[in-house]
């Protein structure tokens, strides 16, 4: 992959659940749905703020919830992702 976030911004790999808590198979019926989880595949060096570099909380491998918009969608390697802004992520549900 040749995609290096920049900035505040996070390239994260769409995760879509396919089964529920219960156990039920969930199919997902449409493909321009916009996913609000996801595995993080790289993180950008962070954001500046009064001139002092602001670090990522995420890296590489955390799972995470984040709003759907607004974010960035690009097909990489012939895979659809996401590039979200770390002030859109909601939280940090684990690692991959």
Do not use: C, W
């Not at 920049?6 to 790999?13: C, E, K, P, Q, S």
């Not at 002092?52 to 995470?64: A, N, S, T, Y």
């Not at 918009?69 to 002030?87: S, T």
């Amino acid at each position: 992959m040749n995609a290096e976030p920049m900035g505040d911004y996070v390239l994260v790999a769409p995760v879509v659940d396919t089964q529920s808590k219960g156990g039920i198979i969930m199919v997902q019926t449409d493909k321009t749905q916009r996913p609000d989880k996801g595995e993080v595949l790289a993180v950008g060096p962070g954001r500046y703020e009064d001139g002092k570099l602001i670090e990522p909380k995420v890296k590489r491998g955390d799972v995470i919830l984040f709003n759907q918009y607004p974010n960035f969608e690009h097909v990489i390697d012939g895979k659809r992702m996401l590039f979200v802004r770390e002030g859109q992520i909601v939280a940090r549900v684990g690692k991959s």
